[in-house]
């Protein structure tokens, strides 16, 4: 489980110099943590370090470490093995203040550069992959991936506090972006920003922005696309894979693990690969017919597990403590049978295809022809942008030339659609925010000018993936999805979205660009498998636990949800809950989740609103 810690201090502060050797002589106490850099007033350290995975590089006259894994940018195949940085690379990256880093390089990773102009800054790759957050203690500026090592070696710290404005806009919306945590002195650095550990002195500064990526809007001809979609997306597969000796891989059957599949096997790799399949009950949820037909076609093993349907959710109260709840529902009874199959068959990582759906455009909308109209206007193309739309869509051309012609003018809202579907919250409670703005992604402020089809696909992709698995921590192999790198992300941002969906088929340019690696079963295949049906059978066995977090628990207490409608959709056994199922399991991960930070053994956690 590689991790990494650093701290930055004042060193004519008396009291911060005490604070930082009390914080030094703890990490070099606990087993396993490594120096990474010494430098003045400033230190980093890192924990799992394994050789061609995870490590650190120095930057020249110790003013600067990368922490993770990074890569090079090239025409031709991404190197494997650890890359090392010439001393006259990592003098580019600090005379730059990290944007050659951006421009040149590419991994999951986070830089601690000393900045001429800006003094000690974090950057985190833009892709977001390793988590990086930072909290003032005391005065001296610490930097964390994990927030379980900042609670070990700070125990005599104050520690952060609930915020209960963040809780409230998770609960109403489901989502959380932004700078902001759901703990008040805990902030969270977003990807591709330089972010100055004195953040009173210096506001974050954008090296790399999706919004703007965006507004380029590149548009090769189909064939073209596709043959540079396919180039890519091998290229930072394989480039993962050279990182592993074995990895496990999720495949579902559907379309993105297949892609993620059907890329591993079309190189050279002496990586060894096993896929497991899920599988339970349910109209959705067995897809193990894809998931043979393309390990059979990869020529490696499948693993097929039945999902736990006796999984207790109690399980999840000891989960480890986050700067933001962590949904439990596709890691339930999957996250131990992952471990144990990793161990058994050495593989150190997980590869799975998420971020797929929002990268190749998984929609069924007639945002494209809104698009196209919004950049080249009426005319023969326009026709044929509203075909395809009304295809995706699954309306008539007139319903999609209409919806086209209302849409594209349309200026989209930030929080537009986000949370539909969660109905048990109290409305005076969600309208009641004072600054809902603070939990999205600053950049979503100046995107309103994007066409509508483009700019719900970089809402999609804004905000990270998770990394670290807060159940079963150590014994998870080390979770990688390859689609979510940013050459990648890059280019499926760069491409408008009537090119990424032409023919009227979601994600149908990674259907022409993989149609020579994967199965033409699963090329073609229009439905996409499920959990729904697992999840209700989960909840449904465990109503005693969700009666007791949600009726009387804190959200209720705060007035944010409606106890009144909770009990009304929790008495029937779930007979007639119908989309309530995600989001009461929404809700439970709150409620575990506020339960773990109020149950902390440290007496100095505490929460700011009701108890």
Not at 158 to 182: D, F, I, N, Q
Not at 443 to 471: C, E, M, N, W
Not at 506 to 531: T, V, W, Y
Request: proline fraction near 6%.
């Amino acid at each position: 489980m590689f991790r990494y810690l650093g701290f930055s201090w004042n060193p004519e502060h008396p009291a911060q110099a005490v604070i930082a050797r009390r914080l030094e002589e703890a990490i070099q106490r606990a087993p396993g943590w490594q120096p990474a850099l010494s430098g003045r007033a400033l230190r980093v350290y890192t924990v799992g370090n394994r050789h061609g995975a995870n490590g650190f590089h120095p930057l020249p006259l110790d003013r600067g470490v990368i922490v993770g894994r990074l890569f090079r940018r090239r025409d031709g195949p991404s190197e494997s093995g650890d890359l090392e940085l010439s001393p006259r690379e990592g003098d580019k990256i600090l005379k730059t203040d990290g944007q050659a880093l951006v421009d040149d390089y590419w991994g999951r990773y986070t830089a601690v550069l000393q900045s001429s102009r800006r003094g000690a800054c974090l950057l985190r790759d833009p892709s977001g992959a390793l988590p990086c957050y930072l909290r003032n203690v005391e005065g001296v500026a610490v930097f964390f991936s994990w927030l379980e090592d900042l609670i070990a070696f700070t125990p005599d710290a104050p520690g952060p506090r609930v915020s209960w404005e963040a809780v409230a806009a998770l609960a109403a919306h489901g989502h959380l972006g932004g700078r902001r945590t759901a703990l008040e002195d805990v902030s969270q650095v977003l990807p591709g920003q330089l972010t100055p550990l004195d953040e009173s002195a210096h506001s974050p500064v954008a090296l790399w922005s999706a919004v703007a990526i965006a507004r380029k809007r590149v548009e090769p001809e189909p064939d073209i696309a596709a043959a540079q979609l396919r180039r890519v997306a091998m290229d930072c597969v394989h480039a993962w894979s050279s990182c592993y000796d074995a990895i496990l891989l999720r495949l579902s059957g559907g379309l993105d693990s297949a892609i993620l599949l059907g890329s591993l096997s079309a190189g050279p790799t002496g990586t060894r690969i096993t896929c497991l399949n899920y599988h339970s009950a349910g109209s959705d949820s067995d897809e193990r017919g894809f998931a043979r037909l393309a390990a059979r076609r990869a020529g490696v093993e499948l693993i097929e597990r039945e999902r736990d349907a006796a999984f207790r959710l109690d399980d999840i109260l000891a989960a480890s403590r986050t700067p933001v709840p962590v949904t439990h529902v596709g890691r339930m009874d999957a996250g131990r049978i992952d471990a144990e199959v990793a161990a058994a068959h050495h593989a150190r990582a997980m590869f799975t295809g998420g971020g797929g759906d929002q990268l190749f455009f998984q929609r069924h909308c007639t945002w494209p022809a809104a698009d196209y109209l919004s950049v080249h206007g009426l005319g023969r193309g326009f026709v044929r942008a509203s075909l395809d739309a009304a295809r995706l869509g699954r309306v008539s051309l007139r319903q999609s030339m209409r919806r086209a012609l209302a849409d594209q003018g349309r200026r989209t809202v930030r929080w537009e659609g986000i949370g539909r579907s969660f109905t048990l919250g109290r409305r005076e409670a969600i309208d009641g925010m004072r600054h809902p703005d603070r939990y999205i992604h600053p950049d979503l402020a100046s995107a309103a000018d994007l066409p509508i089809g483009k700019f719900h696909q970089v809402r999609d992709l804004i905000d990270p993936a998770g990394y670290y698995d807060p159940y079963h921590r150590e014994a998870a192999p080390e979770l990688v999805n390859p689609l979510l790198s940013q050459p990648l992300i890059e280019l499926c941002l760069e491409l408008p979205t009537w090119l990424l969906s032409h023919g009227g088929r979601s994600r149908a340019l990674a259907r022409r660009a993989f149609a020579g690696d994967i199965p033409r079963e699963i090329a073609a295949r229009q439905s996409k498998g499920g959990m729904e049906e697992h999840a209700t059978t989960i909840l449904r066995r465990n109503l005693s636990l969700a009666r007791e977090l949600l009726l009387d628990g804190r959200l209720v207490r705060a007035g944010l949800l409606d106890r009144n409608m909770v009990e009304a959709a929790l008495a029937c056994r779930l007979s007639g809950l119908g989309t309530h199922v995600s989001e009461i399991h929404h809700y439970i991960a709150i409620e575990a989740w506020l339960r773990s930070i109020a149950a902390s053994p440290d007496a100095c956690w505490r929460t700011s609103g009701p108890r």
